[in-house]
């Protein structure tokens, strides 16, 4: 079988700062512990699972609020997707040893709400309700910014915005088709809105891979998490504009014989938080497939050596 890898795919600068972070952070003696994580740093279990095989707790279910009202002692991580100014000034109130994982890109968004607030705008957020990145951005100015997910939210839209201004931001990692057709609505609306388009480049030259090099596959599939909201985006992206059937799988187990019936080529991506040791498991599966002997042939899930663990 012919397997197109997908260039650029996988890990990303932040997912790599993040996870390098953490390692460091595990090794050192003088960091009180136990260490928290609050929510999955990344959003891929299996790292987190090898992080917590080094002696870190991810706390997960519910918002950073809620999870820091878990910790009493020891140290805290925020994770690469940022997390709302009054969540660290919490974690600083209660004695716990911080360290910020937060992603540049999204670092920017935060000083971009901050600054469009302090200039009197109403913030239009487009993200994905119930992530972890829309409620850090929404935690900088309560009130003040309002998440959209889709056309619909947009109609349901009041804003008492009297003689202030309005800004559309964006999270870093959706669909930048999704995203260009949701600002077109939002400044049909609001003509002088400014527009801040904050998905990041990694997100966006994944997603322009895909949309190109699927085109010559009769199926795609994208490793990553079910929660990894930039992998959900690249199975939509293969779907919606390549136009090829993709599903999303979290390793090489999840892959089923009929997704490749018939199939002569098939185009493999990842997320930018996924281990690049799954990808090629997924490829190597692949270009050995056979499928008279579909079964059997899977391998196990792989030790992973993550930045900066040394293994």
Same mark, same amino acid.
């Given at each position: 079988?012919? #397997?197109?890898?997908?260039?650029?795919?996988?890990?990303?600068?932040?997912?790599?700062?993040?996870?390098?972070?953490?390692?460091?952070?595990?090794?050192?003696?003088?960091?009180?512990?136990?260490?928290?994580?609050?929510?999955?740093?990344?959003?891929?279990?299996? #790292?987190?699972?090898?992080?917590?095989?080094?002696?870190?707790?991810?706390?997960?279910?519910?918002?950073?609020?809620?999870?820091?009202?878990?910790?009493?002692?020891? *140290?805290?991580?925020?994770?690469?997707?940022?997390?709302?100014?009054?969540?660290?000034?919490?974690?600083?109130?209660?004695?716990?040893?911080?360290?910020?994982?937060?992603?540049?890109?999204?670092?920017?968004?935060?000083?971009?709400?901050?600054?469009?607030?302090?200039?009197?705008?109403?913030?239009?957020?487009?993200?994905?309700?119930?992530?972890?990145?829309?409620?850090?951005?929404?935690?900088?100015?309560?009130?003040?910014?309002?998440?959209?997910?889709?056309?619909?939210?947009?109609?349901?839209?009041?804003?008492?915005?009297?003689?202030?201004?309005?800004?559309? #931001? *964006?999270?870093?990692?959706?669909?930048?088709?999704?995203?260009?057709?949701?600002?077109?609505?939002?400044?049909?609306?609001?003509?002088?809105?400014?527009?801040?388009?904050?998905?990041?480049?990694?997100?966006?030259?994944?997603?322009?891979?895909?949309?190109?090099?699927?085109?010559?596959?009769?199926?795609?599939?994208?490793?990553?998490?079910?929660?990894?909201?930039?992998?959900?985006?690249?199975?939509?992206?293969?779907?919606?504009?390549?136009?090829?059937?993709?599903?999303?799988?979290?390793?090489?187990?999840?892959?089923?014989?009929?997704?490749?019936?018939?199939?002569?080529?098939?185009?493999?991506?990842?997320?930018?938080?996924?281990?690049?040791?799954?990808?090629?498991?997924?490829?190597?599966?692949?270009?050995?497939?056979?499928?008279?002997?579909?079964?059997?042939?899977?391998?196990?899930?792989?030790?992973?050596?993550?930045?900066?663990?040394?293994?």
């Amino acid at each position: 079988m012919e #397997v197109i890898a997908v260039s650029p795919r996988g890990y990303c600068y932040g997912v790599v700062d993040a996870m390098t972070l953490a390692q460091r952070v595990a090794r050192d003696p003088k960091v009180p512990r136990p260490i928290y994580i609050l929510g999955m740093i990344v959003h891929n279990r299996h #790292v987190v699972e090898d992080l917590a095989r080094q002696g870190i707790e991810t706390l997960d279910g519910g918002d950073r609020r809620a999870l820091l009202r878990k910790v009493r002692r020891g *140290t805290v991580i925020f994770t690469a997707h940022g997390v709302a100014p009054e969540v660290k000034e919490a974690a600083r109130k209660k004695g716990l040893t911080c360290f910020d994982a937060t992603c540049p890109d999204v670092t920017r968004t935060h000083k971009v709400i901050r600054d469009r607030v302090a200039a009197g705008c109403q913030i239009i957020y487009i993200g994905k309700k119930g992530h972890p990145e829309p409620e850090g951005a929404m935690g900088e100015a309560p009130g003040r910014v309002h998440l959209i997910e889709d056309a619909a939210d947009l109609a349901a839209l009041r804003l008492d915005i009297g003689s202030g201004k309005v800004a559309i #931001v *964006t999270q870093t990692t959706l669909s930048q088709w999704d995203t260009a057709d949701l600002i077109a609505a939002c400044k049909s609306r609001y003509p002088d809105a400014e527009v801040f388009n904050e998905i990041c480049l990694a997100t966006q030259v994944r997603q322009q891979a895909v949309a190109e090099q699927a085109r010559a596959a009769d199926v795609v599939l994208v490793v990553g998490d079910p929660r990894s909201n930039n992998s959900n985006r690249l199975v939509q992206v293969a779907q919606e504009v390549a136009g090829r059937p993709a599903y999303l799988i979290g390793s090489v187990a999840d892959i089923r014989p009929e997704w490749l019936q018939g199939a002569k080529v098939v185009a493999v991506t990842a997320g930018a938080s996924t281990p690049s040791q799954l990808t090629n498991q997924v490829i190597r599966y692949l270009q050995s497939y056979d499928p008279e002997t579909p079964s059997g042939a899977a391998e196990p899930d792989l030790a992973l050596r993550l930045p900066g663990s040394g293994r």
